[in-house]
Nanobody, 119 residues
Framework: QVQLEESGGGLVQPGGSLRLSCAAS????????MGWYRQAPGKQRELVAA???????NYAESVKGRFTISRDNAKNTVYLQMNSLKPEDTAVYYC?????????????WGQGTQVTVSS
């Protein structure tokens, strides 16, 4: 019920910053959750940051204090501001949305955007 498109990835040096954007095809106000996941080579996809129902926030311990998730409901867009980037942040970053119905939870994913942190 929603299409997601990420943008903003790229190559950045350690200590640098990037801002990722996730544009949704519909209003994000009523979604159960929206957030960002990432998957590094050889590793499982992991939660980076997310809004959950009620606008609560959830961050991975590894990014707390460095990354900030935000949203603009009028633009149907969620952002991930990434500061003080480290080489271990290198991964494909995916936007995620969850819709909860009586049948259960449905997950929707963007195509992903590559973030590479390297000197």
């Amino acid at each position: 019920q929603v299409q997601l498109e990420e943008s903003g990835g790229g190559l950045v040096q350690p200590g640098g910053s990037l801002r990722l954007s996730c544009a949704a095809s519909r209003s994000i106000f009523s979604l159960y959750a929206m957030g960002w996941y990432r998957q590094a080579p050889g590793k499982q996809r992991e939660l980076v940051a997310a809004f959950t129902s009620g606008s609560n926030l959830n961050y991975a311990e590894s990014v707390k204090g460095r990354f900030t998730i935000s949203r603009d409901n009028a633009k149907n867009t969620v952002y991930l501001q990434m500061n003080s980037l480290k080489p271990e942040d290198t991964a494909v970053y995916y936007c995620n949305a969850k819709i909860v119905t009586y049948e259960g939870t449905s997950n929707y994913w963007g195509q992903g955007t590559q973030v590479t942190v390297s000197s």
